[in-house]
């Protein structure tokens, strides 16, 4: 999780102040996976979940069914918020190139010269 947290934190760039997966999430990721054998049914309880399931699937039938399926929304969701926000982020990128904003000091006989990188130019007039 801290290695996901550092991608996201890389992605966004330079202006990410803080970490973007809360603490919180960070421990259930690590803890959660422990509890998954005592959420599996046994026996009775597994033949229970296994008819409810077949009927669930016996319900759906026909493809727009399946499109609609709330793991499918999910996926395509997640597919165009990416997308969305990579665009987002090149046009800004291109568009920061091309009008990078620069401030300035001129005296007389010398000028300082800050651009939005950091990059900082000194000239004598």
Not at 3 to 11: I, N, S, T
Not at 36 to 47: H, N, S, V
Not at 75 to 86: G, N, P
Not at 119 to 124: K, T, V
Request: some cysteine; charged content about 20%; proline content about 4%.
């Amino acid at each position: 999780m801290d290695r996901l947290d550092e991608r996201c934190a890389a992605f966004v760039g330079r202006d990410a102040t803080a970490r973007f997966i809360p603490e919180g999430v960070k421990r259930f990721t690590t803890w959660a996976p422990l509890l998954i054998p005592f959420y599996l049914p046994k026996g009775a309880q597994w033949e229970q979940v296994f008819s409810a399931g077949a009927a669930i699937q016996a319900r759906q039938h026909g493809f727009a069914a399946g499109l609609l399926s709330p793991a499918i929304l999910v996926m395509i969701s997640t597919v165009a918020a990416t997308a969305l926000f990579t665009l987002r982020r090149k046009i800004r990128e291109r568009h920061a190139k091309e009008t990078e904003q620069t401030f300035g000091l001129i005296n007389n006989k010398y000028e300082v010269e800050l651009k939005g990188s950091g990059e900082i130019n000194s000239f004598l007039t």
